[in-house]
């Protein structure tokens, strides 16, 4: 549904688990792509942007969060500083996750996507495997999430950060053709660097 | 055969080398707060305190989390997939990055007893690892 997507073939569970053992228990695809990409977005006043032909996209609040240097000393292997910085951006917004129509989760492994849930608060801890089961998250499910399809198989140059944000705007604008969440009007992007970290949260909305 | 990446020992962990070499396994601890430290620093990172002493570690430790690696991040660990990499909690409180060696590495569990055993790299790194008490 993305045609910049690097793998656009239908992926089943079965094909994950038959898929060679990387690092257990990630599976080979349960591990993002390594590719060349790059991204940028234009930042500006509301003011200056409602003179611009693209439709303009607001910050409604962002946060940003880090707990450690080396993984050895995460203080807890469970729970990501979107814990933190997932808090600071929705209380800024001035929104609920009930108000979220589509997420962009950074996703460097399948773990990476349900501790960041988790994290955000999205569901409780231990409960993102369920969360995103039965469909939920695929095209036409109750939680749009990673539409362009994510850095499992969209892309990954490193810095996957910047597409979770370029994608929450575009499917804000409705730019999105066949993978547009119909009447998106709130939108969270969720990065994670360092060795799960550091997480930068950011809620968007239309104007 | 393509070696591993070793340490280069300076400062503030040349004493936890050398006692490696003698296959003696130590930590910090601080005479401030009385809390134990790993990786070596040249502060607590509990409370900051600069006095730091070395103590003997009693080498017990369990494990947090584990991996089995298959695939080597660097050619020097090529031959050695697949191995055990692990964070373990040793009983003087920190936490550990590591391996668990000297058994099957699917038989490793969150939890396990583990003690410290030593492997001489070279004649002159040797590192500290675990394998089941």
């Known amino acids: 549904m993305n045609p910049l997507a690097r793998m656009r073939d239908r992926i089943t569970i079965e094909d994950v688990l038959n898929s060679r053992m990387i690092a257990s228990p990630l599976h080979l695809l349960d591990c993002c792509l390594v590719t060349d990409a790059g991204g940028a977005v234009v930042l500006t006043s509301m003011e200056r942007a409602k003179d611009l032909k693209k439709r303009p996209i607001a910050v409604l609040g962002t946060g940003e969060a880090h707990t450690h240097r080396m993984i050895s000393q995460m203080p807890d292997l469970t729970q990501t500083a979107a814990k933190i910085s997932g808090k600071l951006a929705f209380e800024r917004a001035g929104v609920t996750h009930a108000d979220i129509d589509v997420a962009e989760i950074y996703d460097s492994f399948t773990i990476t996507v349900l501790l960041t849930l988790e994290s955000l608060g999205f569901c409780k801890k231990g409960e993102g495997g369920a969360f995103v089961s039965g469909q939920r998250t695929a095209p036409g499910g109750d939680f749009p999430m990673n539409t362009q399809g994510g850095a499992l198989s969209y892309t990954h140059p490193g810095m996957f950060g910047i597409f979770t944000v370029i994608e929450a705007v575009r499917q804000l604008r409705g730019e999105c053709g066949p993978r547009q969440v119909p009447n998106a009007e709130v939108a969270i992007a969720n990065g994670t660097g360092g060795v799960l970290s550091s997480t930068g949260t950011i809620i968007l909305g239309r104007e | ?133």
């Open chain 2, 1 to 133: 055969m393509t070696q591993i990446p070793l340490p280069d020992p300076y400062q503030d962990t040349e004493e936890y080398w050398k006692a490696a070499r003698e296959h003696r396994f130590i930590i910090q601890k601080c005479g401030d707060c009385g809390q134990a430290q790993f990786y070596p620093r040249r502060v607590c990172s509990h409370c900051l305190s600069s006095k730091l002493e070395w103590i003997e570690a009693s080498g017990k430790a369990t494990v947090y989390s584990c991996s089995v690696n298959y695939r080597a991040g660097h050619p020097g660990f090529a031959e050695k997939t697949p191995f055990v990499l692990a964070i373990v909690d040793l009983a003087e409180g920190p936490r550990m990055m590591t391996n668990i060696v000297n058994c099957d590495p699917e038989s490793v569990r969150i939890g396990m007893a583990v003690e410290v055993c030593f492997d001489d790299v070279t004649d002159e790194v040797t590192l500290p690892m675990f394998q089941p008490a």
